[in-house]
């Protein structure tokens, strides 16, 4: 979930940016610390199979404003993911692999 409110972040922030260095960017703020070696070769290769940004959004969007959707979901769902992380930290588990 981290990696999409940061995906969506990015995609209202850096309108000029392709799908796939939003994807990237977005990995590499939530994911890759996770991820060894082949899972992250992996991820850089299934980047060069993004969709096409404008396709990404109309397929998403459907007929509303997306942009403001999107706004609203990270507006909406950062807070809550925000609060998983804290009872995750409070119980030890939030961070389980060292960076």
């Known amino acids: 979930m981290d990696f999409l409110v940061a995906l969506f972040r990015n995609l209202l922030?850096?309108?000029d940016w392709p799908m796939s260095q939003a994807c990237s960017d977005?990995?590499?703020k939530t994911?890759?610390?996770w991820h060894g070696w082949l899972a992250s070769s992996s991820f850089t290769v299934a980047m060069k199979l993004a969709p096409d940004r404008?396709?990404?959004l109309e397929v998403i969007g459907g007929s509303g404003d997306i942009y403001a959707d999107i706004e609203n979901f990270c507006v909406t769902f950062s807070p809550l993911l925000e609060e998983n992380h804290k009872f995750l930290?409070?119980?030890g588990l939030d961070d389980l692999k060292a960076s």
Do not use: C, D, I, Q
């Open 31 to 33: 994911l890759k610390k």
């Open 13 to 15: 922030e850096h309108k």
């Open 89 to 91: 930290a409070s119980v």
């Open 54 to 56: 404008k396709k990404f």
């Open 26 to 28: 977005a990995y590499g």
